[in-house]
């Protein structure tokens, strides 16, 4: 739900789950320090937890079992000729996998990236630093 113009109003935003129950959001915070979420914030982590569990689907698949996956995204927004867009989706993630190489772990991760439903979303750059710890 959303009340009011784009700088004064505010909204509210719910999912079917009721895991956001009314959580706020508003122009202050999505573009200056305000107190909730924005639409940007909630895709970076839908993004992060979506690659997640793709990578740890495609570890499965090869044989491997994470101990754990921890993954973030950042969220680019840029002005184009077309307004304000979301241009990349940069995600950062650290996994602990034993038995595994780091050729075989870059591999997976490579495939978990283009294979998550939100990288396939997403109409924009998506980027990935893994790190494999010992």
């Known amino acids: 739900m ?23 959001y508003s122009f202050s915070t999505r573009f200056e320090n305000g107190v909730g979420t924005n639409p940007e914030e909630l895709i970076a982590a839908s993004h992060a937890g ?15 079992t994470p101990t754990a996956i ?13 307004g304000f867009t979301v241009v990349e989706s940069h995600l950062d993630m ?6 595994i190489d780091q050729e075989k ?13 939100i990288s396939r979303l997403l109409n924009a750059k998506v980027s990935l630093d893994a790190k494999l710890e010992a």
């Open 105 to 117: 772990f870059t591999a997976i991760a490579n495939g978990a990236k283009a294979g998550c439903p």
């Open 2 to 24: 959303w009340q009011g113009d784009l700088k004064t109003g505010k909204g509210t935003i719910s999912t079917e789950s009721g895991t956001l129950k009314q959580a706020q």
């Open 94 to 99: 650290t996994a602990t996998i034993p038995g």
């Open 70 to 82: 921890n993954t973030t995204a950042t969220i680019t927004m840029e002005k184009t000729d077309a």
């Open 50 to 64: 979506c690659f997640s569990m793709a990578f740890s689907a495609e570890l499965g698949k090869a044989g491997f």
